[in-house]
DNA sequence: ACAAAAGTGTTGAGAGTACACCCATGC
DNA sequence: GCATGGGTGTACTCTCAACACTTTTGT
């Protein structure tokens, strides 16, 4: 073993340090899509293409700092209003032709209710678009978002965190739609409700919604829940 | 926004890089327990405390690369015969007192058979520890360790890692006891063994072990089934 | 009255769990 | 024969999935 290469052996000026960054995968749910924000590479490389919103890691912050920080610069959203989560580090060299760059790459979920308006003076830089059918990707984003729906599947299917998609009264039928478009699936309407049932995991509030049939209840997640849910499978 | 800080507009020279680092921790199981492998620091800070093995990852290679260098380092072991994952990236400032740095963690599974017998020259620098009753630990090693057995221990009760802690051939009730001393708690007998049966993930190999009864069976696993074991449950 | 959407109940198949029982070897 | 550990089967419970049914609104 050659002592030099060593962590615990090193001088801080003997190895060439990569850059490291934090790229956010922000998901948010409207027009009956899954959506994701993009922003569009004002320099080389890659100028013009999309890309997933990111930046250097400060070197007096968390990680996750750094990902809160990208995230409220898009989106002006704060860390208590979200659901955010560290998903993989990607550092292949070569992932950025300028010089090597890990990135930590984190996921989170914004409902559509938290979203500022649409800026029209800005809408060529950035954009929300389908995680279905995104635009060329500059380096490796393609692949990291393929991963972030991945995992954001998956945790649906485990936890509770399809209720960030949504406002916070909601109806089950929108939960049951919010699943439907992020899993690709056609739930069943009474296997859906039963399970959520048996979950204890809602709690109906005053109102409903008009809906053109019968009216709908109106439903909140359960905050003394969470920790709850975390450790069984709701779906499928 | 203030544009200085955003990746797609950067100096390379601009920031003040973190140094970036991955450990590996490397479980196996002998003597009836859970063990990892831990090295000695010989240095500031934390000279004389316990770590895990980890190092700088080089310029030119992958995070991946560099967790299998790491690994063969220490066990010699080749990255054909471990299963390898990425755990989490720990990043916190201040986790290490030197200097910023980040490392991406990893965790590993090395069967007793693949070890080298414990050199005794060098027994003060290297060890294996059970992972129930670790030493104290430098840096943020133990909670790393932590989050390291919970993740195996997750990954077991769904897909079928508990294998890389056997050698090639192996009875049911090593199997079991692989999974007992891991997860930590009793299984029922039949249930495990039939669990698996219809997993259908094992083959019987020719040739029995002589073990104080009846003799057992030898299994092994079979290669075409990895791929299908990852969608489903096997345990609990 | 009828359409539309909310909301509930029933039923059969399969998985999980506890436990009893049989089998093959050494002494 | 008997102890020891390998190996199998059964019966009960619970969850899952498909689907039928009832309820409440608007027109």
Known sequence: M???????????????????????????????????????????????????????????????????????????????????????????????????VITVAYFTIVSADQLAPQADDDATDVGWFSVYAPPPLAFDHAQIIEYALKRLRYKLEYSAVGFQFLPEKFTLRELQTAYEIVLGTKLDKGNFRSKLRKANVLEIVDGYRNTGGRPARLYRFREDAVAEVKTRRLFP
């Open 2 to 100: 050659n002592i030099s290469e060593t962590a615990e052996n090193y001088d801080v000026s003997q190895y060439e340090r990569p850059s490291v960054t934090v790229d956010v995968v922000i998901f948010s749910l409207f027009d009956e899509d899954l959506r994701v924000l993009l922003v569009k590479r004002r320099s080389w490389p890659s100028k013009g293409m999309w890309a997933i919103p990111g930046g250097f890691v400060h070197i007096d912050e968390t990680l996750e700092d750094a990902a809160y920080r990208e995230l409220a610069e898009e989106t002006h959203v704060t860390r208590d209003q979200v659901y955010l989560e560290q998903l993989y580090t990607f550092g292949n060299p070569g992932r950025d032709p300028r010089t090597r």
